[in-house]
């Protein structure tokens, strides 16, 4: 069992990584139970970031690169967006970002 199980019991299933298995089991409720795995707690700037994830995917069905989110967050930051999206998610995109969104770990990506 991981540490986001251990922490949370009623998490839906989750990989080895601690990614959810299947992206629909993803709800508010679930990424405050990840971001707390991860050591984060919620708040409107990383609930932005959260909901223009899940749009993207709801849309195409694939997790969104971090550079579609840069650009999200450039409409607001402007050329600020990539230092604070990694500021939020320090450990990275992939690692954090994707996670707390309910995506599973996009295989092919780096992890930054």
Not at 68 to 78: C, M, N, P, T
Request: include cysteine; proline fraction near 5%.
């Amino acid at each position: 069992m991981n540490l986001a199980h251990e922490l949370t019991p009623n998490l839906p299933e989750v990989d080895e990584e601690g990614y959810l298995i299947d992206p629909a089991d993803w709800n508010e409720s679930v990424a405050e139970a990840l971001a707390a795995s991860e050591g984060i707690r919620l708040d409107a700037e990383y609930w932005d970031v959260l909901r223009f994830m899940r749009a993207f995917y709801e849309e195409h069905q694939v997790a969104p690169d971090a550079r579609y989110v840069i650009k999200h967050l450039a409409e607001r930051l402007g050329s600020a967006a990539r230092k604070r999206l990694f500021e939020l998610f320090p450990y990275g995109y992939v690692k954090q970002a994707c996670k707390i969104a309910g995506m599973r770990r996009p295989r092919a990506w780096s992890t930054g």
